[in-house]
């Protein structure tokens, strides 16, 4: 209740890991497989730790963002500065299991992915992500660069919400369109596993709608897997694979879906800021 978060991971065990970040409160909890919830920090002080821009790598670590910068909590819940790298404006961070953190940087107006590897180097693997819109000027608020992560065939996929698309990255930094929402629809976050893509979609434009989860399998077909607007009718979209028990990402989905302000409340705190 009352929880505003950008981000969901998963800890070694399987247990949930969110964090929830407004102007003075910033805390991320560890929601275990039980029902019991673990508060792994907590402060009122968002350069501490920014719980509105932030993730949990497979090795145990917090990671944030904060004054334009990546930073990482020690084993004495001290910050550190994860590189020397500046961000323009970043919304999302995601580190992948080799130990490299990647974040999109729209700061310029044509939006770039970010790759930092163990040592802190920092390097461009992409450039030009955002759509342009004939007859609108660039709007850093809505016009960004969200969910991050890296497919099973090792590339990275991005969400950015101008086009209204899933962004495939080449190991050469050529881009490709992987998967375009319908008319209204915008993709926020996304996930694989076994193949498949999981895509969370929300609707503002044509009457609220969503957010719902589409599922793309291996061979390209599209299918609906959750929808908030039949579930709020009493006709939940179950598919099959959620009762697959060797399938976390519908666990983290179906969680997600509870974060109903994922984008709606960043915005409306951007603009208030």
């Known amino acids: 209740q009352d929880f505003h978060a950008h981000n969901v991971s998963l800890d070694k065990e399987g247990n949930l890991i969110t964090a929830h970040g407004e102007m003075d409160e910033h805390y991320m909890l560890r929601v275990r497989k039980n029902g019991s919830i673990d508060t792994l920090f907590s402060t009122t002080d968002y350069k501490l730790f ?23 909590l020690n084993q004495d819940q001290i910050k550190e500065k994860i590189s020397t790298h500046q961000f323009g404006w970043n919304q999302t961070i995601y580190a992948d299991e080799e130990g490299n953190y990647y974040g999109p940087d729209i700061g310029d107006g044509k939006g770039k992915l970010i790759k930092i590897d163990q040592s802190g180097k920092a390097s461009v693997i992409a450039t030009d992500l955002i759509t342009k819109i004939p007859d609108r000027k660039y709007d850093k608020h809505n016009d960004v660069l969200l969910g991050i992560t890296k497919g099973c065939d090792g590339k990275m996929y991005i969400a950015e919400l101008a086009g209204r ?14 998967y375009r929402s319908d008319a209204n629809w ?24 969503g957010p719902r989860i589409i599922k793309i399998n291996e061979a390209g077909k ?10 709020e009718k009493g006709e939940l979209i179950v598919g099959p694979i959620i009762n697959n028990r060797n399938n976390p990402l519908p666990y983290i989905l179906l969680f997600s879906i509870g974060l109903m302000g994922i984008y709606l409340v960043l915005v409306k705190l951007r603009k208030a800021v």
């Open 186 to 209: 915008s993709p926020s976050g996304l996930d694989f596993f076994s193949g498949d893509a999981y895509i969370l979609e929300y609707k503002i434009k044509g009457g609220n709608g």
């Open 165 to 178: 698309r899933i962004i495939k990255i080449e190991d050469d930094g050529s881009t490709s369109t992987f």
């Open 222 to 231: 599209k299918s609906i897997l959750f929808d908030f607007d039949t579930y």
């Open 50 to 72: 920014n719980g509105g821009n932030c993730s949990y790598s497979s090795k145990g670590e917090i990671i944030f963002q904060a004054e334009n910068y990546f930073w990482r």
